[in-house]
């Protein structure tokens, strides 16, 4: 025994440190290369964005082209963006989630629940742009572009999102905690509602996640809201968007409306970036010893 333990206070053979550090090394090297696009990404958005955001960039609607001394903002495409990620999240909040507790709590690894969960995965790698399209052929071509219209593409974007992030979360409840509920007599419902209530903080991770996908989604709302530059009038309108806003102004000719979608790109930005932080805080809270 003492030799044992002596033998794990001894330092490590020098071919084995001098491999540990070269592995070290690569793994800060690896995670520095990876780090280094969205660095950029990020540096080049605030130097260009960061010193034309003013208060009536927030407040105002997008001025003429060529008219000066008028307040120039993107007021609108802001109201669009919260509007249909909005309606988006409440429309695949219900859906997702009940979807979840379906394969996690009743369905498991009946044959329904394996084919559910296989369409839930293969839609989760569908690319954007597609489903705009079925947005487009399901909605727009039956009625119009609208806001409405929007908000269904990027609910179905958000839900496999919201369903595989709450279902892993209801996998994280212990079984104890199911068996001792059924124990005291409660009934499936009842049980399930409590496993639901202890796994509430990784499914609003989860519902986060999606919003912040949603939220910066470019080609869906291209397909079936297009762009207003005036503030939005209802669901069954086009309405504007900060992500479609930003791809059509940075491809302007126009000086003005380049830096407008550099200021709105910062916005948006900042929105992915606390909705992820959001998630990131509650995960901690959740895992405090992680």
């Given at each position: 025994?003492?030799n ?27 995670t ?26 927030l407040?105002?609607?997008p ?20 509007m249909?990620?909005?309606?988006a999240?409440?429309i ?17 690894q009946?044959?329904?629940?394996q ?5 839930i ?10 489903v705009?399209?079925?947005a487009?052929a ?13 908000s269904?593409?990027?609910a179905?974007?958000m ?15 212990p ?9 005291l ?6 049980t399930?509602?409590?496993?639901v ?9 989860g ?7 949603a939220?910066?989604?470019t080609?869906?709302l ?8 005036g503030?939005?009038?209802?669901l069954?309108q086009p309405?504007?968007s ?16 380049n ?12 929105m ?10 509650l995960?901690?809270?959740r895992?405090?010893?992680?």
């Amino acid at each position: 025994m003492e030799n044992e333990a002596l033998d794990l206070i001894e330092p490590l053979p020098a071919g084995r440190q001098a491999l540990s550090n070269g592995m070290t090394a690569l793994a800060f090297l690896g995670t520095a290369i990876a780090l280094l696009p969205l660095l950029a990404i990020l540096i080049k958005i605030l130097w260009e964005g960061a010193p034309h955001l003013k208060w009536d960039v927030l407040t105002s609607l997008p001025a003429p082209v060529g008219l000066e001394g008028v307040p120039n903002g993107f007021a609108n495409a802001i109201q669009g963006t919260v509007m249909m990620v909005s309606i988006a999240t409440l429309i695949s909040i219900p859906i997702g989630l009940l979807t979840a507790i379906y394969l996690s709590e009743f369905g498991k690894q009946s044959p329904l629940a394996q084919g559910v969960r296989f369409l839930i995965m293969v839609l989760s790698g569908v690319p954007s742009i597609v489903v705009g399209v079925f947005a487009y052929a399901v909605i727009v071509l039956n009625f119009k572009f609208s806001a409405l219209a929007g908000s269904f593409a990027l609910a179905v974007i958000m839900l496999p999102i919201v369903v595989l992030t709450s279902e892993e979360a209801l996998k994280l409840v212990p079984i104890q905690q199911r068996l001792a509920s059924a124990a005291l007599g409660a009934s499936p419902f009842q049980t399930t509602r409590t496993v639901v209530a202890t796994a509430l903080a990784g499914i609003t991770t989860g519902v986060l996640l999606a919003v912040a996908r949603a939220a910066g989604e470019t080609a869906p709302l291209i397909f079936t809201a297009l762009f207003t530059q005036g503030w939005s009038q209802g669901l069954l309108q086009p309405a504007p968007s900060l992500s479609v806003m930003i791809y059509n102004y940075a491809n302007s000719a126009y000086v003005q409306q380049n830096q407008l979608a550099w200021s709105a790109s910062v916005i948006l930005v900042g929105m992915v970036l606390l909705t992820n932080l959001l998630s990131r805080l509650l995960t901690r809270k959740r895992l405090p010893n992680r």
